[in-house]
């Protein structure tokens, strides 16, 4: 069974960083793209950043491209997720998701499985 964990969530002040990781287990991680989501308070999840099997190709939501950067380490079945600069608009409910392919995606249809979420809050 795929098993996703996500941590490092937590309260920052704006302009602060947080580093989010996520843990995998069940799978052949090193094999496939992963992604980044979240979710405010009442809306939908949005794209944040999906990266490569191999991490050599990532890409971003416009909302944080240029703050924002998603790497891996296959030898740890690790994604993370480098979060700078941070602003209040960035509170959310952050999950991490394994793609059904070797590449990443912006669209939730595109990924098998999902990890539980970690909070961030930023404050003003």
């Known amino acids: 069974q795929v098993q996703l964990v996500e941590s490092g969530g937590g309260l920052v002040q704006a302009g602060g960083s947080l580093r989010l990781s996520c843990v995998a287990s069940?799978?052949?991680?090193?094999?496939?793209?992963m992604g980044w989501f979240r979710r405010a308070p009442g809306k939908e999840r949005e794209f944040v950043a999906a990266?490569?099997?191999?991490?050599?190709?990532?890409i971003y939501g416009d909302s944080v491209q240029g703050r924002f950067t998603i790497s891996r380490d296959n030898a740890k079945n690790t994604v993370y997720l480098q979060m700078d600069s941070l602003k209040p608009e960035d509170t959310a409910a952050y999950y991490c998701?394994?793609?059904?392919?070797?590449?990443?995606?912006?669209?939730?249809?595109?990924?098998?499985?999902w990890g539980q979420g970690t909070q961030v809050t930023v404050s003003s």
């Open positions: 069940g799978r052949t991680f090193s094999t496939y793209g």
């Open positions: 998701a394994t793609s059904k392919t070797r590449l990443g995606s912006r669209y939730e249809a595109g990924y098998a499985y």
């Open positions: 990266i490569l099997w191999n991490g050599e190709s990532t």
